[in-house]
């Protein structure tokens, strides 16, 4: 086989496919406008980027006295960036935050009730009310950071009535002490923060995009070529059978890879989306899913019956594997089960194998089973592809 | 440069092409005639190596084309029946994909797209893509494509399908050029009237055999000194055939309910004498015709079906 004449093929066959106008608009078009759409539904440019602050909205009551003070330094202790709001003016916040973001502006809300710090001396309960919208796993985180920061104002308290008594002259002596122990809260291993916004959108629509695009006009062209008579005629040059397949198989691929470097570099520079720290390893992973949905689009157009059978296969297909495998959503906040038939999913290899590199920081050699997954699919899916490859 | 040697391919349990063997030469058009089905497209397809002989050679220039497959495609240009085009590309465009398809490149490529939109009469329209086309057009650029590497051989395969006569009369001229620079043409067709008047040597197939073979002349030999009489109207099948039966030097091609066809020596001096039997069989006779013998009446004599049906 030589390489020259299955690049020839490659070559032309990339430019056959870029003349139609359909194809330029599902390339470049429709995945900007779906990056747009569904990264702003869910979260836009502040959906789980690492630069997301970690704001915590406190209403206080005018009458709260010190120890709401107290409490907002324990939050802030725990990593929180405490935005002060006065309870009777939600609107405009007394420190912290942007000023034209209100209290329900905020995802992580605290309510201090009214006369807390009387209540405390009394003897009395005092019920704070906490509310989140962060998904599961970061609700949980949050709640412990809270929970250590009521418990730690609970400490302050109990060191101040032993002290002299619970006032604000002790708690400010209190918190003047140099700690010998602190107890610091922090997560596990690396960040694991679920993207959502465009960091979700973007790496996701992209993924589902290039399948989509593959299989419809990567798989027609083909399933056209063939019912037209082109590729038999193909057959009759002097071209082997491999340098036609191989041929045909890198045009396909080249189309992949169009689509995922528009998609990538749009990304960076209208949605910000990080592709850092593990670029080359990402390259990797989107590759071997290049190749995956290569070898898909060149089945489908070799077995196609009609075009409408090849249209109807790849956009339904390319919707089911896409929502399946977490393209439409972060997988992680999906029920177990869609987790687990994600996992055995390629769009959930290539997903997992995103979030993994761009979003858990966990390192290359992360995503490594996910690649390893997708280059087998690769080769599989092309053996068929190149037993299934007809003529006619 | 085409050499088939008992040729034999089977499908299962069909046999599409059996015990075919014939030689064409260069610098001469040689015709494959018979109705569709039989095995004209599947001895066109060994030949081009689309399908592996189940027996005997095939060898295009000394090539054989199983155990040298390329060797034997780079001297074919090929024109399929079917429009094997790129409708989304322009006429040139498709030039040069199948002259790189064969290898040209560069200099030497733009100047056979320009010859061959210049011989196919599409200079004008070379722009244009082939859905803007009319058929006669798109058979042009069809047949363009065939011959941007100025094959050795060339493979037509009923080319002149749904053209209109303009079209068909500058096809064949473009393919009787391609004989004039040395060219083996191979013909595949149905219309006997191109074969008859394109074709050096001529193949007659039916189902998968060859049933006659050889020059226009020597296939008129084959039915003697025969006019045949085409005789339209109401006929009774079996008294029609008793009619004749045993009549000297007359041959009943063809009986249907609305056409009789007959092969008759002398047929001009003895045509009362066949009208007249004709009658005598209850036959009710509208109109006649008598013709010198043809592909077509040569076909009815061999196999006794009319070659188009």
């Known amino acids: 086989m030589r390489l020259s004449r299955a690049l020839f093929i490659a070559r032309k066959d990339i430019a056959y496919t870029l003349k139609d106008k359909t194809t330029l608009a599902w390339l470049i078009l429709m995945p900007a406008l779906f990056f747009y759409f569904i990264g702003t539904a869910t979260g836009g440019f502040g959906g789980g980027g690492s630069d997301a602050p970690d704001n915590i909205a406190i209403s206080v009551p005018a009458d709260a006295g010190f120890l709401s003070g107290q409490l907002a330094l324990r939050l802030s202790d725990s990593g929180f960036n405490v935005v002060t709001f006065a309870a009777d003016n939600l609107e405009v916040p007394v420190s912290g935050g942007e000023q034209d973001v209100a209290f329900d502006g905020y995802c992580r809300r605290l309510v201090i009730p009214a006369g807390l710090t009387r209540s405390v001396q009394d003897g009395d309960g005092a019920l704070l009310d906490y509310s989140t919208c962060t998904d599961e796993l970061n609700a949980q985180f949050d709640e412990v950071r809270v929970q250590r920061a009521v418990y730690t104002t609970l400490a302050d308290i109990i060191a101040a009535s032993v002290a002299g008594g619970l006032n604000e002259t002790n708690i400010a002596a209190l918190n003047a002490i140099e700690r010998v122990v602190t107890l610091e809260v922090r997560p596990a291993g690396k960040k694991r923060e679920i993207p959502t916004g465009f960091q979700q959108a973007v790496p996701g629509t992209m993924v589902m995009f290039t399948l989509l695009v593959l299989l419809t006009s990567g798989a027609i062209t083909l399933y056209l070529e063939r019912t037209r008579g082109v590729l038999r005629r193909l057959a009759s040059a002097p071209l082997s059978r491999g340098e036609i397949v191989f041929g045909k198989w890198m045009g396909k691929m080249f189309l992949a890879v169009i689509q995922i470097g528009i998609a990538m570099v749009m990304g960076s520079l209208l949605f910000k989306v990080n592709w850092q720290p593990d670029f080359l390893m990402i390259v990797a992973l989107l590759l071997a899913w290049a190749g995956a949905c290569t070898s898909f689009a060149i089945v489908l157009g070799s077995v196609g019956r009609t075009e409408g059978q090849v249209s109807g296969i790849g956009v339904l297909s390319s919707m089911l594997l896409g929502g399946l495998g977490g393209c439409w959503w972060p997988i992680e906040i999906a029920p177990a089960w869609m987790q687990q038939l994600a996992s055995l999913l390629p769009t959930g290899w290539t997903m997992n194998g995103l979030h993994r590199l761009m979003s858990f920081e966990a390192g290359a050699l992360s995503a490594l089973p996910e690649l390893m997954l997708l280059v087998a699919t690769t080769a599989i899916a092309g053996i068929f592809a190149v037993k299934s490859f007809r003529f006619e | ?309």
Request: aromatic letters at 4%; hydrophobic letters at 40%; a negative charge.
């Open chain 2, 1 to 309: 440069m085409i050499v088939v040697n008992e040729l034999r391919k089977q499908f299962g349990q069909l046999v599409a092409a059996e015990d075919v063997s014939f030689t064409a030469k260069a610098g001469q058009i040689f015709g494959l005639l018979g109705p569709n089905g039989a095995g004209k497209s599947t001895t066109i397809n060994c030949i081009a190596g689309l399908l592996t002989p189940t027996s005997g050679t095939v060898s295009v220039k000394g090539h054989d084309v199983v155990s040298d497959p390329l060797g034997a495609r780079r001297t074919l240009g090929v024109v399929p029946q079917e429009l094997a085009l790129y409708e989304d590309l322009s006429a040139r465009e498709n030039l040069r994909f199948w002259g790189g398809a064969y290898g040209l490149r560069g200099q030497q490529l733009e100047e056979r797209v320009n010859t061959v939109l210049s011989q196919i009469g599409l200079q004008d329209r070379a722009g244009d893509k082939p859905e803007n086309y009319s058929g006669g057009m798109k058979r042009r650029l069809n047949f363009g494509c065939g011959i941007v590497h100025q094959p050795d051989v060339l493979l037509l395969d009923e080319p002149t399908v749904g053209v209109d006569p303009q079209s068909r009369e500058r096809l064949l001229e473009r393919v009787r050029d391609q004989v004039a620079r040395g060219a083996c043409v191979l013909y595949t067709t149905h219309y006997m009237e191109e074969a008859e008047a394109l074709c050096d040597q001529l193949v007659i197939m039916d189902h998968g055999k060859i049933i006659a073979s050889g020059t226009m002349d020597e296939l008129r030999e084959m039915m003697g000194e025969r006019d045949v009489l085409r005789v339209s109207g109401r006929f009774d099948g079996q008294a029609v055939r008793k009619a004749f039966d045993g009549m000297a030097g007359v041959e009943v091609l063809q009986v249907d309910a609305d056409v009789v066809q007959l092969s008759a020596e002398t047929a001009t001096r003895r045509l009362p004498e066949l009208l007249g039997a004709l009658a005598e069989s209850g036959a009710d006779i509208q109109e006649t015709t008598l013709a010198r013998p043809n592909l077509e009446s040569l076909f009815l004599l061999l196999t006794g079906k009319a070659l188009r049906e």
